[in-house]
């Protein structure tokens, strides 16, 4: 991006858009205005810029879907929505699409000012540490996190912890198998641990997160003028994991081109940033995660069978929880501990435990914790009961769309309130006037709130 103070503006109200416009204007910032968000998408495509203001209702598209398609071409650009019809949901649905702000119509010129302010302090700070750690940014964010340990004591526990011990020291290429929400990534991480190559980075990449363009320049880096946005260069995953360990999650996802490419690095142990001449070499060692059947997909035609057994040298399968289910104790406490931080202690009774044993939990390890989260909220109980247990599981909250069934309406609502501000005040840090702007309420309005559902610390 080659102007750092551009915003784009896309709004249909010509009134507002022309305010907008000279407001921002004055504050020295180049503008480009636009009515229709297919034009302003095409113009961003091209032309990138470090700000999008976006009205929420506009046809043919709507803010969300100009906020998706911005951040699906440039993840780094930030979005502040805006709209007359602002509600707690859409607020915290967009923050959680990737919105930097979300401002509620009618707003005052400095209102608009600061919060444009804001968004261009984040970026000025983002910018500076990436200067400043470009080569050490991955190692860096993985020294400082904190590494929970894999959670369990059923015999196929034990089976995989052994496993993990042996295959650590070894060099080969491993490919863990495992459902969704099973602990792929904590069990790479365990291998890495473990391995001689401990001191060095730990690098994962979602490669069903991006595109095809996005993920090679993700693992092999780019060089300065690439592609469009490519205003520096920029060293890939393989760079990065230089003696370490890759991880590439989700590697059922790649598309038959990038499964090329992959190979050869595989087999040559060479690769080119996009855009590049250079031949550079990485030594790192490669694990795999997948929650797809490799196999069926090389009988189908969809996956490279030679990259298949590059990748699979040693097969690391992690079991469903509903296949450990004497597991389920000890990660309900362990999750009950972890969340007391914000939440005072409770107990699960006897029966309420076994209920937790009795479901089948298709989300796995990941659905219990934010079940337990839920639960912990909520729930007012100090000894949770079996009722309140099964409630929750099959006809209280679903995680998807906030929907309550089988309870008063008042009771309802009041528990819909309180979980959007335990979650607004954690998206916000614990920063109560941050929380009531994503919340879209007063402070005063946030204060009393707290203190009605005895959140106040």
Request: hydrophobic letters at 40%.
């Amino acid at each position: 991006m080659k102007d750092q103070k551009k915003i784009v503006i896309i709004e249909d109200n010509d009134t507002m858009r022309l305010g907008m416009q000279e407001t921002l204007k004055r504050e020295q910032y180049t503008i480009e205005a636009f009515a229709d968000p297919q034009a302003a998408l095409q113009h961003l495509h091209s032309y990138p810029a470090p700000l999008v203001i976006s009205d929420l209702r506009m046809e043919p598209l709507d803010g969300m879907q100009v906020l998706e398609k911005v951040k699906a071409n440039n993840p780094a650009t930030e979005v502040i929505l805006i709209s007359a019809y602002g509600t707690v949901e859409t607020a915290v649905k967009a923050m959680h699409l990737g919105a930097g702000d979300f401002l509620t119509k009618p707003f005052s010129n400095e209102e608009l000012r600061v919060r444009v302010k804001n968004v261009f302090d984040k970026i000025a700070k983002h910018s500076e540490l990436e200067k400043l750690q470009q080569h050490n940014l991955y190692l860096n964010e993985e020294i400082s996190r904190e590494y929970p340990e894999i959670i369990g004591n059923s015999p196929q526990m034990q089976e995989l912890f052994r496993l993990i011990d042996k295959v650590a020291v070894e060099e080969s290429t491993i490919m863990i198998e495992g459902e969704s929400g099973t602990g792929k990534e904590l069990v790479a991480r365990a291998i890495h641990r473990r391995s001689r190559r401990a001191e060095k980075p730990f690098i994962r990449v979602n490669c069903g997160a991006l595109n095809d363009n996005l993920l090679e320049s993700e693992l092999f880096g780019h060089e300065k003028g690439a592609f469009t946005g490519a205003i520096k260069q920029r060293k890939g995953r393989f760079e990065l994991a230089d003696g370490g360990t890759l991880f590439l999650d989700e590697i059922g996802d790649i598309s038959p081109v990038l499964q090329v490419k992959l190979l050869r690095v595989l087999q040559e142990k060479e690769f080119e940033r996009v855009g590049g001449e250079e031949t550079l070499s990485s030594d790192v060692r490669i694990i795999c995660a997948t929650n797809r059947d490799l196999a069926k997909m090389v009988q189908q035609q969809k996956f490279r069978e030679d990259l298949f057994y590059r990748l699979s040298v040693i097969p690391v399968k992690l079991p469903p929880l509903r296949e450990r289910k004497t597991d389920i104790a000890e990660l309900a406490a362990y999750f009950s501990k972890k969340l007391s931080k914000t939440n005072s202690k409770r107990v699960l009774s006897a029966e309420a435990l076994h209920a937790l044993q009795e479901y089948s939990w298709p989300g796995n390890i990941r659905e219990l914790e934010n079940f337990m989260e839920r639960l912990l909220v909520i729930s007012s109980e100090e000894t949770i009961s079996p009722e309140t247990v099964l409630r929750f599981l099959g006809r209280g909250i679903s995680a998807g769309n906030h929907h309550f069934e089988n309870m008063a309406l008042d009771d309802a609502l009041a528990a819909f309130e309180k979980n959007m501000i335990v979650h607004a005040m954690k998206k916000a840090s614990g920063v109560k006037n941050r929380a009531a702007k994503i919340l879209g309420i007063g402070t005063s309005a946030l204060y009393y709130k707290l203190e009605k559902y005895g959140l106040v610390e």
